[in-house]
């Protein structure tokens, strides 16, 4: 019956079966008001109430039991365990969640105390989960292997001190990553033929890779590469510990802060070889500002890989490091330093550059941290479609980026970000389908849960959930009027509410040194005007709050020969003002000249 139909009837049914597949392929799954691209592992609700942690806190002196609190973490003995031995458990005191890293649990405070009370021994859903790795003819360390590093005065006995093993059929360099329990709890994996790392790791768990973790070192240095981390290792400075980030620059995992506790002082010595380095700001939130310092990326004080190539005394530039916060500046003089690292890394401070719009580049310079940018536009121009893929360009290159879309359902967004991805339907070519998400999901990009109106306040709190949980660097809120009409005061003064979300945004950027993009409507204008800042709904503080200013103009209805582009209206940064044109590909939903051709599976 179905091949005598007509060829369009038979399409559509193709199309429906297609978009309810996906529809099940891409059912979110829900932390806190946040999704994780595509398909995330359900995780616990990492909220926390003050008052809970106060309550368990009572309750643990009640009871007499001894606890510790850290910078980071409050350190208890966990008495869910099975094991008869005392374990020690760590509660995140942003988050509230409760780990032990004995028996592998994980669970929110507010849990954890019920069972307390309860005086409940054991748990149904505490599993003690050995990592198996991945090799099967790991072997002792070689000259050949240590030979290919290309470190000088490295010997096999200082990767054998660092519990690295070699695997002659791959030709890399295994170490594996630990807990605070000195549990396997993952592997980081170094390619001896390009130098390119991979981290794998057992589900909901991350540790760190530390030398000298147990002779209670009163200081740590985290590098962001196995390199840097293998040079430091051998120089074996007294009183220091070595660490290695799991994920390099890109997160710093809840679970790691544990590993983190017992030292008095935390040193970032990074490279400002990525767009990344702004991280360090982050991750020193994470671990208590007070207790953290970080090298300058400057010329004279490189990466530990550079330095050690140009013969720097490496203890001289360790000396060096300066707290990552001052109470004050008051002189010029405090500021000298940073002034010259920007300088020596002009292009890393202009930001990330995008690779599908490189008229953005010359004009905006690039993406950069800690702004806000507004992107405006008539009904129906396209602001969703380019703005995913100005999104998706961005992510790409590991900016990790949170979608807050009101306006339209994250099923079709995600939709719309893989076929830009791709480069064409997947509507006739099902069999790509699993290739593609299972590509596509390797990349940074969150979805807000939230759907219509959303009060200011309830959006923030997974904003900065989303921020100190997954490290995220760029929020997209689609659209900013969503956001209005739900105070509880003032409800008349619409742009006195929207006043306030734009401070809050502006707030928050500056704060978490996080971009901020907000799409907004415009005012009602006559089709034949063009739109200019005065156009942006609401009061002049938008535009005067915002770094940057996009207007998509359309005058492709109003002129025969009319086109549509992006004009840049405002650019804090550089003062550059211009347009790029925007000439739409249906076949792509792209605006991007490169993504034109389309892409191939290789074989």
Sequence with gaps: MYFTMPLKNRISILVKYFQRFLKLRLRPRINNGIVKNFVLPLTVDNSVDPKVMIEFKKHLRNQRMLFKDGPTCLLVECHLCDSTSSNDAYVNKRTGVFLCPKCNMKANVADVLDLYEKRCKGNATCKDVEYKTIFTNLQHISEHACESLGI?????????????????????IRFPIRNVANKVVGEKILNLSDKTEKTIENYNSSGLLICNPFQKPTRVVLVSNLLDYIIL???????TSICCLPNGLKSLPQECLPCLENFKEVV?????????????????????????????????????????????????????????????????????????????????????????????????????KGELTILTGPTGSGKTTFMSEYSLDLALQGVSTLWGSFEIRNCRLAATLLRQYVGYSLEDKLHEFEYWTSEFEKYPLYFMTFHG?????????????????HDISHVIIDNLQFMMGTSMTQKSDKFWEQDAIITAFRSFATKNNVHVTLVMHPRKERAEDELTTSSVFGTAKATQEADNVLIIQDKRLTSLRGKKYLQIVKNRYSGDLGIMPLDFDKESLSYSLSNKKKKTISS
């Excluded at 690292?341 to 580049?361: D, H, M």
């Excluded at 009060?455 to 949980?469: D, F, G, S």
Aim: proline share 5%; with cysteine.
């Design 268 to 368: 970032f010595w990074f490279d400002f070889d990525t767009a990344n380095w702004d991280a360090a700001k982050n991750f020193s939130k994470k671990l208590e500002e007070k207790r953290c310092f970080f090298i300058r990326p400057t010329e004279s004080e490189p990466a530990p890989s550079k330095a050690h190539k140009k013969r720097l005394n490496l203890q001289h530039i360790l000396n060096k490091a300066t707290p990552m916060c001052h109470k004050s500046i008051t002189t010029f003089n405090a500021l000298k330093y940073d002034i010259l690292s920007e300088l020596q890394n002009i292009e890393k401070v202009n930001g990330v550059k995008w690779k599908r719009y490189p008229t953005l580049n010359k004009i905006l310079k690039g993406h950069r």
């Design 233 to 239: 290792s051998f120089q074996r400075f007294n009183n």
């Design 152 to 172: 000088r005065g490295l010997k096999v006995s200082d990767l054998e001190y660092l519990d690295a093993q070699y695997e002659p059929s791959a030709d890399c």
């Design 453 to 469: 109106q959303q009060p200011l306040k309830l959006v923030m709190e997974a904003i900065e959930h989303a921020q100190y949980i």
